[in-house]
């Protein structure tokens, strides 16, 4: 690490601490030639694998605002927006890959934006999974109340029928 002050080409770490969320290390450095102080910040890098095959880095604003446009006319703000793409960051690093498939990203998105908005998430949903005919959004609706009424496949407008009720209707 040069210093920033006289481009001394090393320096000596003087001490060294983690940020609340554990994404970036500070670090206090001191020069042996100029002897003056500098903090540096590192983290990790996170790259993002396209469907080309290219490679960029990941990028936060990317994400909210490829959700904002799923959330446009909703009350979401844009604090809610940069918590969700800070919940998708940390997702993904604790996934421990240096690359990340777009498509990856795009799944990590879903759950956080479900829980946010979920016309915003049907919105999202929509388009990412290519949802083709209204049979697709009706299958999405039906998981997301299922959910949200924690059941799985249940219909609980209908009554229950009974067993002798059936066979009653069907002779």
Do not use: W
């Not at 910040?41 to 469907?51: F, I, P």
């Not at 095959?53 to 959700?67: C, L, M, N, Y």
């Not at 960051?89 to 479900?114: C, M």
């Amino acid at each position: 690490m040069h210093c920033p002050f006289c481009r001394h080409p090393d320096s000596r770490v003087v001490d060294s601490r983690t940020s609340d969320d554990g994404s970036t290390i500070r670090r206090r450095r001191q020069c042996p030639h100029c002897n003056r102080r500098f903090t540096t910040v590192e983290t990790a890098s996170l790259s993002v694998v396209k469907r080309s095959g290219a490679t960029e880095p990941f990028s936060r604003e990317k994400i909210a605002g490829g959700v904002r446009k799923a959330c446009q006319g909703r009350p979401v703000s844009e604090d809610d927006l940069a918590l969700l793409a800070q919940k998708v960051e940390e997702t993904l690093r604790s996934a421990g890959s240096a690359e990340i498939d777009a498509y990856e990203i795009g799944l990590a998105i879903l759950g956080p934006l479900r829980e946010l908005d979920e016309v915003a998430y049907l919105r999202f949903a929509s388009v990412y999974q290519a949802f083709d005919s209204l049979e697709d959004f009706e299958a999405a609706i039906t998981v997301l109340r299922a959910e949200r009424d924690g059941t799985e496949d249940v219909d609980d407008t209908a009554e229950p029928v009974q067993p002798e009720d059936e066979a009653a209707r069907t002779s």
